[in-house]
């Protein structure tokens, strides 16, 4: 029994050193991966405080960009409000530079028939604003014998002719109209020829 005993005792002593030994191997693989593990916490707990940083500047200039932007919108606020006031000004003296036309062609029309003297001076202060008048693309709807064309003469009285060729022609203009740039400010207010048959 005692040689039995003996290889019983060496195996196992083997068997407890192999134990032993794959013990430690495990507890040594287990340390190294719990190392890789601390490790690789570290680097994502980094990339994490990197990301939260990048994260605040992003933010940061977001909120300097919405800024940015409000001031921007404030702007342009600003200037349709004085776009608006600039273009009722100017509304306002078309209307003006209007009424002194108006009054300058009724005067020549006075002149033509009872103060032939005074025409020549009226004439001579149309020239003179004739500069200004063309360079801000002003012109004057004011003639007389024309087509009727409804975007530029409002029809006050009707005329009856038996000429053909006279039928929807402006008989006679009772103010003038205006043009800016293309557009009617103000229509000629005329009486027009009528075909009756």
Not at 87 to 93: G, I, S, T
Request: proline share 1%.
């Amino acid at each position: 029994m005692g040689i039995f005993s003996f290889f019983k005792n060496e195996e196992k002593e083997a068997e407890e050193r192999a134990f032993r030994q794959k013990t430690e191997e495990m507890l040594t693989k287990l340390t190294e991966e719990m190392k890789k593990g601390q490790e690789l916490s570290e680097t994502l707990s980094q990339d994490v405080r990197q990301v939260g940083s990048d994260v605040r500047r992003h933010d940061m200039a977001l909120e300097d960009c919405l800024d940015a932007l409000e001031e921007q919108r404030e702007e342009q606020k600003e200037s349709r409000k004085q776009i608006r006031k600039l273009e009722a000004e100017q509304e306002k003296l078309l209307k003006l530079l209007s009424v002194y036309r108006e009054q300058l062609w009724g005067m020549k029309q006075y002149a033509q028939q009872n103060a032939p003297e005074w025409l020549a001076q009226l004439e001579l202060m149309e020239k003179a604003a004739e500069g200004a008048r063309l360079s801000n693309g002003i012109a004057w709807i004011e003639e007389a014998g024309v087509q009727v064309d409804y975007a530029l003469h409002e029809v006050i009285e009707a005329r009856a002719v038996s000429e053909e060729e006279k039928d929807m022609r402006v008989a006679q203009v009772y103010s003038p109209g205006m043009i800016r740039h293309g557009e009617v400010i103000k229509k000629a207010r005329v009486a027009a020829y009528r075909l009756e048959r």
